[in-house]
């Protein structure tokens, strides 16, 4: 694939610019010529799923994800039956955004039974699989940092996620892989060339060292000390041909004006993650 073709391929993920809305975000992917976007429920929600689908329509601009779903351990029955349904409606979201993907960030340690959690995500996710069949949506695991396995997800390392999505065996789940969370993970080139089709989505970033904050200390491609050119490489040999998107959550990035982050965005993509130098 060519550096034309990567680059329609870019996506911004709305996270980036946390300041811009639904409407904002897309019409700045238009305006930037950035051809997908990946979208947050909680702006659609605020612009209303109708209109950002008229939107996305009007502009052409494509929608590469939907985030989030997942949470699914809770200390009771009825609670995790009201997060699948809240993850049934993030299906019935995507579908109508035309998206075909949902990324599920699986949910944290519950009464400090980290067994118990994990399978409480496996059943969550076995639950969504007929229903996300029939609404064509995909349901992609991503593994967090291990740092994130109280409050965020259980889900802590890519050769988990990755048996996990082989285990529920079913073409509409699979892995989302986010260079923060897995760069550094000795394996993590061995376990990108084995998802095969269960790779779903690539996230680039970069990893500040040390980082200023653990959950909003993400750099710009080109900040930190991860080799973004070479696991973009081994994404596309492994057979991921999707959008790639971009997802820096940090709050200097996000004090500034968001058509800055954008050319920046464009310009540090080509030069780290494709390698134009």
Same mark, same amino acid.
């Given at each position: 694939?060519?550096?034309?073709?990567?680059?329609?391929?870019?996506?911004?993920?709305?996270?980036?610019? $946390?300041?811009?809305?639904?409407?904002?975000?897309?019409?700045?992917? /238009?305006? +930037?010529?950035?051809?997908?976007?990946?979208?947050?429920?909680?702006?659609? $929600?605020?612009?209303?799923?109708?209109?950002?689908? *008229?939107?996305?329509?009007?502009?052409?601009?494509?929608?590469?994800?939907?985030?989030? %779903?997942?949470?699914?351990?809770?200390?009771?029955?009825?609670?995790?039956?009201?997060?699948? #349904?809240?993850?049934?409606?993030?299906?019935?979201?995507? /579908?109508?955004? %035309?998206?075909?993907?949902?990324?599920?960030?699986?949910?944290?340690?519950?009464?400090?039974?980290?067994?118990?959690?994990?399978?409480?995500?496996?059943?969550?996710?076995?639950?969504?699989?007929?229903?996300?069949?029939?609404?064509?949506?995909?349901?992609?695991?991503?593994?967090?940092?291990?740092?994130?396995?109280?409050?965020?997800?259980?889900?802590?390392?890519?050769?988990? !996620? /990755?048996?996990?999505?082989?285990?529920?065996?079913?073409?509409?789940?699979?892995?989302?892989?986010?260079?923060?969370?897995?760069?550094?993970?000795?394996?993590? +080139?061995?376990?990108?060339?084995?998802?095969?089709? *269960?790779?779903?989505?690539? +996230?680039?970033?970069?990893?500040? /060292?040390?980082?200023?904050?653990?959950?909003?200390?993400?750099?710009?491609? %080109?900040?930190?000390?991860?080799?973004? +050119?070479?696991?973009? !490489?081994?994404?596309?040999?492994?057979?991921?041909?999707?959008?790639?998107?971009?997802?820096?959550?940090?709050?200097?990035?996000?004090?500034?004006?968001?058509?800055?982050?954008? !050319?920046?965005?464009?310009?540090?993509?080509?030069?780290?993650?494709?390698? #134009?130098?």
């Amino acid at each position: 694939m060519n550096v034309v073709e990567e680059m329609r391929l870019l996506s911004l993920n709305q996270a980036t610019i $946390q300041t811009w809305s639904a409407r904002d975000a897309i019409e700045g992917c /238009a305006r +930037h010529g950035v051809g997908y976007v990946g979208l947050w429920r909680d702006k659609v $929600q605020e612009a209303g799923l109708a209109a950002t689908r *008229r939107l996305l329509d009007e502009t052409g601009v494509r929608v590469s994800s939907l985030c989030r %779903g997942g949470f699914f351990p809770a200390p009771t029955i009825s609670e995790r039956a009201e997060r699948i #349904e809240d993850n049934r409606r993030a299906i019935d979201e995507a /579908a109508e955004l %035309g998206t075909d993907l949902v990324v599920l960030v699986c949910g944290g340690v519950v009464d400090r039974d980290m067994p118990g959690s994990r399978q409480m995500v496996a059943d969550g996710i076995a639950a969504l699989i007929p229903y996300a069949a029939e609404r064509g949506v995909r349901l992609g695991i991503e593994p967090l940092h291990p740092v994130f396995a109280g409050d965020r997800s259980v889900i802590a390392g890519f050769g988990e !996620a /990755a048996a996990l999505a082989e285990r529920l065996a079913s073409p509409q789940v699979g892995v989302v892989v986010d260079v923060y969370h897995v760069w550094w993970d000795v394996h993590v +080139h061995e376990l990108m060339r084995g998802l095969g089709e *269960r790779f779903f989505a690539f +996230h680039v970033n970069d990893w500040l /060292a040390p980082p200023p904050d653990v959950l909003l200390g993400r750099g710009m491609m %080109g900040d930190g000390v991860i080799d973004l +050119h070479g696991l973009h !490489a081994t994404a596309r040999a492994s057979g991921y041909m999707g959008p790639v998107e971009v997802e820096i959550f940090n709050r200097d990035i996000w004090s500034q004006p968001g058509d800055e982050v954008m !050319a920046l965005m464009l310009e540090r993509y080509r030069a780290h993650v494709l390698g #134009e130098r």
